[in-house]
C-alpha cells in the first residue's frame, strides 16, 4: 500500500496505531492503547491526529460494559485493487456465497494469473 502525504507527517507511534487499525480491520479504543502499549491519554493523542487527517474513523459503542469508541479505517483507506483481475472484481464479494469450483471463479483466477 502506498504512502499517502498524510501519513508522511505520522509519528511513529501515530503510524503503528494506524498500522494495527488497519490490521485488526477495527478495534476498540480501550484496547488500542493498550495494544500500543501506551497511556490512554497518549492513545486518545493519537486517536485524534488519525481522526482529523481522516485516516480512520470512529463510531461510539459499548464494550465489556463500558462506553467506548470503536475505531476504523476509512473505506477510501482500503486497497480494493486486490479484488481486482484484469476488469473483472472477485466473485467472493457480496452478499452471495461464491463457489470455489464454479466458472467465474476459474475465470477470476485466468484474468489474475494473467495480468502484467
Do not use: C
Not at 19 to 45: A, C, M, P, Y
Not at 59 to 69: D, K, L, M, P, R
Amino acid at each position: 500500500m502506498s504512502v499517502s502525504s498524510a501519513e508522511e507527517e505520522l509519528s511513529e507511534d501515530e503510524y503503528r496505531g494506524l498500522e494495527l487499525i488497519r490490521e485488526t480491520g477495527g478495534i476498540h479504543q480501550s484496547n488500542f492503547w493498550k495494544e500500543l502499549d501506551v497511556s490512554s491519554r497518549k492513545g486518545s493523542r493519537i486517536v485524534d491526529t488519525l481522526l482529523d487527517l481522516e485516516l480512520i474513523e470512529r463510531e461510539a459503542t459499548v464494550y465489556s460494559g463500558h462506553n467506548t469508541y470503536y475505531l476504523s479505517p476509512t473505506a477510501k483507506d482500503l486497497d480494493f485493487s486486490l479484488l481486482m483481475a484484469g476488469d473483472m472484481l472477485s466473485p467472493f464479494v457480496g452478499d452471495e456465497e461464491a463457489d470455489p469450483q464454479s466458472d467465474l471463479f476459474s475465470q477470476w483466477v485466468m484474468n489474475l494469473a494473467y495480468e502484467d
